[in-house]
């Protein structure tokens, strides 16, 4: 089992700019979470995954915010026209889940993301 | 809908001494509890969770939490710290009642252990 993995680890870019994010979750989990967190804060929900289904998006995740998990597996989080608040570090999580809801989380180590 | 209150943002002790890192809770529904530990530029790791059964649970490292529904509280303790406990742990709520929505993890901001020598 390698855990849940996700590239790349830092993104410097420049405001106005496109970055997308991956997360390979743990193998055969079928839910997979993004959050984010900024310094001294704790992580917010952004959005999950059941299998390729996008559940649920936090009001948070502004419509320049965009995440995808096309087959299921890996999933990508898109932010388009970058700006200075979205620096932060963003993590992915994965659990797996059958039947009843007692999944329990899994954290990558995060991309951190820098916007000039 | 839930909240999380982690009552002290930075707790410093000395090492060997113990440590109580203090959260409370807000939810209109059943939840699931669980401690996570951060070390820097990592990502979050379990310490320990409750999901039912004895209010008493124990996780890795020696810690161990308890969760009191009176109180709406779960706090983590330590009877003996190390100098690698230095961290920043996080207590999070997930409502258990069933459904799509109930699938996230709300956060408190944090508290961070500093153990000195």
């Known amino acids: 089992d390698t855990g849940v993995s996700q590239d790349p680890r830092h993104k410097i870019t420049k405001r106005g700019q496109n970055v997308t994010f991956r997360c390979d979750p743990i193998s055969e989990h079928n839910r997979l979470y993004w959050y984010r967190q900024t310094l001294g804060q704790g992580p917010e929900f952004l959005t999950y995954f059941q299998n390729e289904a996008q559940l649920e998006k936090s009001r948070l995740l502004s419509d320049r915010f965009s995440a995808e998990r096309p087959k299921g597996s890996f999933s990508t989080l898109e932010i388009q026209r970058t700006e200075q608040g979205d620096s932060a570090m963003y993590l992915c999580?994965?659990?797996?889940?059958?039947?009843?809801?007692?999944?329990?989380?899994?954290f990558g180590p995060g991309t951190r993301l820098t916007v000039l | 809908a839930q909240s999380v209150t982690q009552l002290d943002s930075q707790v410093p002790v000395f090492e060997e001494a113990p440590v109580e890192l203090r959260c409370n809770y807000s939810?209109?529904?059943?939840?699931?509890l669980f401690w996570y530990v951060q070390y820097p530029n990592q990502g979050l790791q379990l310490l320990l969770k409750y999901l039912s059964g004895s209010t008493l649970v124990k996780g890795i490292n020696g810690f161990e939490a308890e969760f009191n529904k009176s109180q709406t509280s779960f706090h983590l303790r330590k009877p003996s710290v190390h100098i690698s406990d230095t961290a920043e742990y996080f207590c999070a709520v997930r409502g258990n009642a069933g459904g799509t929505s109930y699938g996230k993890l709300t956060f408190g901001q944090g508290t961070i252990l500093t153990v000195h020598p």
């Open positions: 999580a994965s659990s797996e889940t059958s039947g009843v809801i007692t999944d329990t989380q899994y």
């Open positions: 939810s209109s529904v059943s939840v699931y």
